[in-house]
């Protein structure tokens, strides 16, 4: 089974889009899957309309009460995920504005099925491409993955700060209680960036998927505040690049552990 999380904010103009065309897609596969949408206390009816999909899609909405911001949707999100996952099933992050490419989930989804960790659809991989964003917001962007790069380099990755990603339920299980719940500290949109960076120090095995994103498909502007998120990468960078190693044994004994069942159900959730 494949568990998305979708943080969302104020996206009543998204989200039904997004949601019509996941189910398509997943018809099309045929793959189960489990929605969680986390509603960072939307002052619009983004919740009200991601529940009405639920007599088509198995959904779920996680709704804060005060805006919190999207490093916490996506804590609340994994929480929610690790508690129903199983051992064999696969996690997906995805942006709720639609810029994100439906159509290479199914590539994303092989490629875990292949044995790799963690996948990620990258617009700056071989075959990539970012289309109708403007220039400034476009170089800024590759600007800051070949800096992260620069310092944290990891074979075959072009893409850092991408939201899109799948990852194996298990592994990311494990790699939260190595690092003992902090695998994700940022505030902001450098949560994604700092994830990746500290999921490069553990025994896993990661890939890219070419990926289009297509601005053009987001209703309304994007919630990234750019010199706040540049803000964060460098304060992420001065933290990340001297940071003392992990223990290894704990990582060993930690990864060397079976496979967990989940705390919850799907049926005992719904």
């Not at 099309?28 to 489990?34: Q, T, V």
């Not at 700056?124 to 800051?144: C, Y």
């Not at 990603?165 to 298990?170: G, M, Q």
């Not at 994604?192 to 053009?216: A, F």
Request: charged residues 25%.
């Amino acid at each position: 089974m494949v568990i998305f999380i979708v943080p969302a904010y104020n996206e009543e103009a998204n989200i039904g889009r997004l949601l019509t065309g996941m189910q398509a897609k997943l018809e099309a596969i045929r793959c189960p899957a489990h929605v969680i949408i986390v509603d960072d206390a939307s002052q619009d009816r983004t919740g009200e309309i991601a529940q009405s999909f639920a007599p088509r899609l198995s959904i779920e909405v996680v709704r804060n009460r005060v805006n919190r911001g999207v490093a916490e949707a996506f804590r609340a999100g994994f929480r929610r995920a690790l508690e129903v996952a199983g051992p064999e099933d696969v996690i997906v992050t995805k942006e709720a504005d639609n810029t994100s490419d439906l159509s290479v989930l199914e590539a994303m989804l092989a490629r875990t099925a292949e044995g790799y960790d963690f996948v990620l659809a990258s617009c700056f991989a071989p075959q990539g491409k970012v289309v109708n964003s403007t220039m400034d917001r476009h170089v800024l962007s590759w600007a800051a993955n070949w800096l992260l790069r620069t310092f944290f380099p990891i074979p075959g990755i072009h893409t850092y700060s991408s939201f899109y990603r799948a990852y194996r339920a298990e592994t990311l299980r494990r790699a939260f209680e190595v690092y003992e719940g902090k695998l994700l500290e940022c505030q902001g949109f450098g949560c994604m960036v700092e994830m990746l960076v500290k999921l490069r120090r553990l025994p896993v095995r990661m890939v890219e998927v070419p990926m289009v994103l297509q601005c053009d498909l987001r209703r309304g502007p994007s919630k990234m505040r750019r010199l706040r998120t540049i803000q964060e990468y460098l304060h992420l960078i001065r933290r990340e690049a001297f940071r003392s190693r992990l223990d290894p044994e704990r990582v060993r004994r930690v990864f060397e552990r079976p496979p967990q069942e989940p705390v919850v159900s799907l049926d005992e959730s719904r």
